[in-house]
């Protein structure tokens, strides 16, 4: 009995009970399934065998039962016994009767102990990684903390509190993210795969969803249900627009997510690594909410397009540069957030050259941070910087003379290009 001490399963239950969280009745189905895929390699049938687990005991007992045959007919020694093999144990014994017999599982040998503990870790394994699926699959879209276990080029490692692996890849993360191990980080379960039985959970920072449950956790209102998120925008690191809704008029909706002093929203922008939050009233009113959307630009007026969803914007020659933003941004991140193609044109007035063309039309030619410089000393059109003297342009703006011909040179080819067109 000794032998049989040696693999007591009360240590292993509270174990795998306690760290693997698997309960009590799956972990006795997967040792009794595990002591008879032994005995089934072992005789090649586990038919006749009871295997019984007393978990509380952390031990267990196994039970083979025999037909008795006559001494001549016996075949199969694992599921008959010989009429005086079985009369040795009580005379009353007769041809036909089943004889129940204990079985010492530390008789079958060494190999047969080695094989129920390959078998049963294997079986174990499973469970696990089984386990960790399920728990993370009804985790997809909320919010987890992982701690950095491992940084490389393309992802990053983390490690839930139970020691599961995590994979917040490069694509997921903030630009200016940055991590050393044994930091923790914040971020939403975007999916998770179990390819061959391998879960594999995968996180993002960079997913709208993220921002939302942020949303939710800083703002009372929202995980209370008193105010919406109709549609989130955003250009990771860089900016994002949120659309709100409250269906109680008492609740300013786009007070209530910045805070007083922007308080709530503070704690987001330090969380997304101080991504520009755009917080603005949701309407149904297309027209309403694309001018919302373009903020902080002042739109004059909007023609909609419904059947290509594209709409013309009109706007005051200076506030042009605000609706599109550096680089583009606004007028994107406005486009995203409203499912419209928006293109701007210039409301002009009384007095503006109307073959004049402003600076912000240049973007997909000019870089976005010369055409700022060119704005900050007042240029705002193609005009006011080709009626400037180039080397006056080189000094006030400080740019390389190179970049300065360059400008030059686009914005005379456009006027050029015009003058041929209307000639023609």
Known sequence: MAK????????????????????????????????????????????????????????????RNRVVVEDADLVDSNTQISLSEAQSLDPDFVVGEDVTDKVDFASFGRRAILNLRQTLSSKILDLQKDSVYNKYKEKVGTIVVGEVYQVWKKEILLLDEEGNEMLLPKAEQIPSDFYRKGETVRAVVAKVDNKNNNPKIILSRTSPTFLQRLFELEVPEINDGLITIRRIARIPGERAKVAVESYDDRIDPVGACVGMKGARIHGIVRELRNENIDVINYTNNVS????????????????????????????????????????????????????????????????????????DE?????????????????????????????????????????TIDEVLDILSAEFENQETEDQE
């Open 288 to 359: 309403l909410f694309i001018s919302r959307a373009l903020s902080p630009a002042r739109i004059s007026s909007i023609r909609l397009v419904e059947e290509h969803k594209r709409a013309e914007v009109f706007l005051r020659p200076e506030e042009v540069s605000l609706a599109i933003g550096k680089g583009g941004m606004n007028i994107r991140l406005a486009g995203m957030l409203t499912d419209y193609q928006i293109e701007v044109f210039r409301d002009l007035e009384e007095g503006y050259d109307e073959e004049d063309i402003f600076l």
């Open 4 to 63: 049989q001490e040696a693999i007591n399963l009360s240590d292993t239950f509270s174990e795998f009970k306690e760290l693997k969280n698997i309960d009590r009745s799956t972990m006795i189905s997967v040792l009794e399934e595990s002591f008879r895929s032994v005995i089934s390699k072992m005789f090649g049938t586990d038919e006749n065998y009871d295997v019984i687990i007393n978990p509380d005991k952390g031990d267990f007992e196994i039970y």
């Open 362 to 402: 240049f973007l997909d030619e000019i870089e976005p941070w010369v055409i700022d410089i060119l704005k900050g000393i007042g240029c705002d059109t193609a005009k006011n910087v080709l009626e400037i003297p180039r080397d006056e342009l080189i000094k006030r703006t400080d740019l390389e003379e190179e």
